[in-house]
């Protein structure tokens, strides 16, 4: 073979091994893309949370299945549109109507957040509450999504004179029960319900946000790509960063160059502005104080229950030990027999029908003791 004929070819061979790369490389791109989308990532929008389900939306959608009163409690609308099984009564609570006819059977005051309306129970009526009710009490259950000690405390001053318990049980989640109090403002939601989830009403100041701003605060603390495009870097040309956002490969690529050029503080959420953790738990402490001084004023047995958190959430900030002056005072009550197959599975870190049935359990015995022990 003439050398004329050998360099064509390894022209030829070079650029068929070429045409394999360009083709595999697009292929893999593809494949890329594809897995990136599924799993949350669209062009110029990386996941910075734990929601994989998480996703931009073109129109933001708001339900009107929860809302904030004249009062400033945030409760349930019977009205709403509800799956089959949830009932509500007329002050928009998961439970029996508010009227205590002292017919001589116990009654509770239950007061707690997503726990105690029966979050993930399957169906709901297996949820602790109404393993409880169907126990011979009657529960008056305030339990609503998204609320924490600064509710529980006004419905215990609310609804206490009215209903006349005979117990007054707290289901505090010690994970986040004690956090920065949002304020409890006439009709203004402390939580908006959306087509992309749930968003706090209120930003860590305590300003009142609108659904849209809220989903504007959330698309910026939850995209670790939007950190990069703040960025004055001059390492990609605008043109070329354009092109690159166009897809979610591309954006990735571009966060694996920001997070090695910059420092990891650069990605962090700036928490500024919020109280110190001592001050957050001397205000849970006073919540918790105020539902005991009113349960005792009005002749009512005071129960603290403490839900745990999921053992894989566990730490020093979520436990009974790293809370001790919340409970300065008050004798809190918890299971020691959950596992983590009494859990859903992470993200959701409520109960599943096993979690729900020890956990009423526990709080059976709790109750038949300390009323017995009197």
Request: net charge neutral; no cysteine; glycine share 8%.
């Amino acid at each position: 073979m003439s050398s004329k004929s050998k360099r064509q070819n390894n022209t030829r061979i070079f650029l068929f091994n070429s045409l394999l790369v360009i083709i595999s490389l697009g292929i893999s791109i593809g494949v890329g893309e594809i897995i990136l989308r599924i799993n949350g990532h669209a062009p110029g929008f990386v996941p910075k949370y734990v929601n994989k389900k998480f996703r931009p939306v073109e129109h933001l959608v708001i339900s009107e299945n929860y809302y904030t009163d004249d009062e400033g409690v945030f409760k349930a609308n019977p009205a709403g549109d509800w799956l089959p099984g949830i009932t509500l009564n007329s002050d928009g609570f998961r439970s029996i109507e508010f009227e205590n006819p002292e017919d001589g059977t116990t009654s509770i005051l239950l007061l707690g957040d997503s726990f105690a309306w029966g979050a993930s129970a399957d169906p709901i009526s297996e949820s602790f509450a109404e393993i409880i009710s169907r126990e011979g009490y009657r529960l008056f259950n305030t339990g609503i999504a998204g609320t924490d000690p600064k509710q529980y405390a006004y419905l215990a001053e609310k609804y206490i004179p009215q209903l006349k318990p005979d117990i007054v049980a707290v289901a505090l989640y010690i994970d986040n029960d004690i956090h920065p109090y949002r304020p409890m403002l006439p009709n203004k939601n402390l939580i908006h319900v959306t087509n992309v989830g749930w968003l706090q009403a209120f930003d860590h100041s305590g300003r009142y946000m609108t659904p849209h701003e809220a989903y504007q605060r959330y698309l910026g603390e939850g995209n670790a790509a939007a950190i990069y495009l703040n960025d004055n870097s001059k390492t990609f040309k605008s043109s070329m960063k354009k092109l690159f956002l166009k897809s979610a490969v591309g954006t990735n690529l571009l966060l694996m160059q920001a997070k090695l050029r910059f420092s990891p503080e650069r990605f962090v959420g700036n928490e500024g502005g919020l109280p110190s953790r001592q001050s957050v738990q001397s205000e849970a402490r006073e919540y918790l104080l105020r539902i005991k001084r009113a349960a005792e004023a009005g002749g009512a047995k005071f129960l603290l229950f403490v839900i745990p958190v999921h053992p894989k959430l566990r730490s020093g900030w979520n436990s009974i030990e790293g809370n001790v002056s919340v409970f300065d005072g008050l004798v809190p009550f918890r299971p020691d027999n959950l596992e983590i197959s009494d859990y859903m599975k992470l993200p959701n870190a409520h109960f599943n029908n096993s979690g729900h049935k020890k956990y009423a359990q526990f709080m059976l015995q709790t109750i038949k003791a300390q009323t017995e022990s009197e």
